[in-house]
């Protein structure tokens, strides 16, 4: 057994350093914990204010650390680290000889230098940072180090510091049910079923509120497939509950709060929240979807991005937060959190899309760096996920799979049918997914939902980024190979995908051939698919090729997100907004009766009938 983990940490150190080809460094990998030495000394000293956090329901708090180091150096940092108590005895040995075991065996949630708000740090050894914290379900520390991340010296530790009721529900994520008349809502807690029973009380704005049950899920340490996950970036992700709100009516306001009925009869609640419920199937009225891959996360106090990770993370958060009255479901196509096995990071993503996720639909498929593992069923070998396996994903966020492992589905919203497919598993022609895409874009009924949407993480379509103009195909290996033919045959309007963290349109097109010389507008038989990389929302930006494919219609090397809007049954406004200042900077619209999406196409319709 002590072999085992001597070989597991081992590994974990040679993963720290590792990087995706296209998705940089997660900050906290630099940070080399396990190599960590203790020096306290006397005349160094760090503290955090205030004590307690969140008197009067917040879950949300600013600190200030202050401290003092009498060897002071440029590479000195501060490390935010939950559980507050540092416990070697819980880390398995370094070095199976020696027993050794490290003094932290795990990493922290963030970090900034030292010296970020004083440059006068190096001469004087006094300074003070702000940090600002989340409810994660413990209580927390700040740790001084000297020595830089890559040779960590422990030189003083903090007060610990906590939240009134660490245990509280927080950072609901509101998701489309397998109905349209379902409403499911996911939160996070500390409390297991053995401590309290999880609920949602909720109803029509005004009307008598209703209690439905709510299920419990958690995952394990051994439940991860790799490191850092599994070691150094493990940390418990509490518990998760989801309620399924049924029977809703069409486009009301419905009020909800969550809540724990504890076993001595009281109740801890959340916040109070609204969302609207979806409209009818085909019901002809204003429907707005926001969709884009690769958002990611980052600090609003500046801790971790010292490597510009997710540079536009927080400009798109804010700018659809800010428009939020304007929007009635988000499709987040994959690459969620980048947390690449540092388990904290998915607190801080569903605290950062709260906002969103707990007022509208928050629907999500699956990236690389959600699910990819050697060895672990995914499609691609790859160590995109950090070992997490897509285990975090499928249990943190609600989606309408019949199988969650399984990452693909479909819902619908009104006058749109979306097909959401799994990269990340097979999806050629003979595989399941392929049997599933093909079943899902067959199902929709035209005459009531016109707007018919395929969306998946990688790019199985079209884009001139630069690696796959190298590749030469400008596409996914294999990608679009079996699937345009179900494009074409059921008449997909556009295809959306992530994981090329720019913008680009193509034409319509079918078989590498632009099907219609229009840009701005389109009209009449539906020909062609239009093809949509909108993988710009946050991480650091991809770069084009520098020849532009003649199917290319618009590519920017910017951050931004994609907004639909169907006026009614035969009209679609098309928008690229930039997440900086929110405006369109690429648009077209759509204009067509049923009688066009019935007619008959090349590879279309069947090439003989019965009456033939």
Not at 39 to 56: D, M, N, R, T
Not at 131 to 148: M, V, W
Not at 379 to 394: H, I, K, L, R
Request: charged fraction near 20%; aromatic fraction near 14%.
């Amino acid at each position: 057994m002590v072999w085992f983990w001597v070989l597991v940490l081992f590994t974990a150190n040679l993963k720290l350093g590792l990087t995706h080809i296209h998705g940089g460094e997660q900050p906290l990998a630099k940070i080399n914990i396990l190599q960590t030495t203790v020096a306290l000394h006397e005349s160094a000293s760090i503290s955090a204010e205030p004590v307690l956090l969140g008197l009067k329901g917040e879950d949300t708090e600013w600190i200030t650390v202050n401290f003092v180091n009498p060897k002071p150096s440029l590479d000195d940092w501060v490390g935010v680290f939950s559980p507050a108590k540092f416990d070697p005895s819980a880390c398995p040995p370094v070095n199976e000889r020696k027993k050794q075991l490290p003094y932290i065996c795990s990493a922290p949630i963030k970090y900034k230098y030292a010296n970020e708000s004083s440059s006068y740090y190096e001469k004087t050894g006094t300074a003070s940072l702000r940090f600002q914290l989340i409810n994660q379900r413990a209580d927390f520390s700040f740790a001084l180090f000297s020595g830089g991340l890559s040779d960590p010296i422990l030189v003083a530790i903090s007060n610990p510091i906590s939240f009134t009721n660490p245990k509280a529900p927080l950072y609901p994520r509101l998701a489309q049910g397998k109905s349209w008349s379902e409403m499911t809502v996911t939160w996070t807690s500390g409390y297991d079923i053995d401590e309290a029973v999880p609920f949602v009380e909720w109803g029509r704005k005004g009307d008598l509120q209703v209690r439905s049950p709510a299920g419990t899920l958690t995952f394990k340490q051994n439940s991860m497939c790799g490191s850092p996950a599994s070691t150094v970036g493990w940390r418990d992700p509490g518990f998760i509950h989801t309620s399924f709100l049924k029977d809703l009516w069409p486009n009301f306001i419905y009020m909800y709060r969550m809540g724990h009925l504890l076993y001595n009869g009281s109740v801890v609640w959340s916040k109070t929240y609204s969302f609207k419920s979806s409209p009818y199937p085909g019901q002809n009225s204003l429907q707005r979807v926001v969709i884009f891959g690769d958002m990611g996360k980052a600090e609003r106090d500046g801790s971790n991005e010292y490597s510009d990770y997710q540079p536009g993370s927080l400009n798109t958060t804010d700018q659809l937060i800010r428009d939020l009255d304007n929007i009635d479901i988000v499709f987040h196509i994959g690459d969620l959190t980048y947390s690449n096995g540092y388990i904290s990071q998915w607190d801080q993503f569903t605290a950062q899309v709260e906002p969103i996720a707990s007022t509208v639909p928050y629907m999500i498929a699956s990236g690389n760096h959600e699910r990819d593992w050697p060895n672990s069923g995914s499609f691609y070998d790859t160590p995109d996920s950090g070992g997490e396996c897509g285990v975090p994903a499928e249990t943190m966020f609600y989606y309408p799979a019949e199988n969650k492992a399984k990452f693909w589905y479909s819902t619908d919203y009104g006058l749109f049918h979306f097909c959401i497919a799994d990269s990340e598993h097979d999806w050629r022609e003979g595989s399941e997914q392929y049997r599933f895409i093909e079943q899902c874009l067959a199902s929709v009924d035209r005459h009531r939902q016109p707007w018919l949407i395929f969306s998946a993480h990688r790019v199985l379509g079209y884009s001139s980024n630069d690696w796959y103009s190298q590749e030469g195909a400008y596409e996914e290996p294999m990608g679009r190979d079996g699937l345009q033919k179900l494009w074409q045959k059921y008449k997909v309007d556009i295809a959306f995908y992530g994981h090329v963290h720019n913008y680009e349109r193509s034409c319509p097109i079918y078989q590498n051939q632009c099907v219609n010389k229009e840009k701005n507008h389109y009209s009449g038989t539906v020909n062609g698919t239009i093809h949509v990389v909108v993988g710009g929302a946050g991480s650091h930006l991809s770069k084009f090729s520098q020849l532009i494919p003649y199917w290319s219609i618009y590519r920017d090397y910017d951050f931004g997100f994609v907004k639909l809007t169907a006026f009614n049954q035969s009209s679609l406004l098309f928008e690229y907004k930039k997440s900086r200042d929110g405006k369109v900077y690429d648009s077209f619209t759509i204009s067509r009766d049923y009688k066009d999406v019935l007619a008959c196409v090349h590879d279309g319709c069947e090439p003989t009938t019965l009456a033939s």
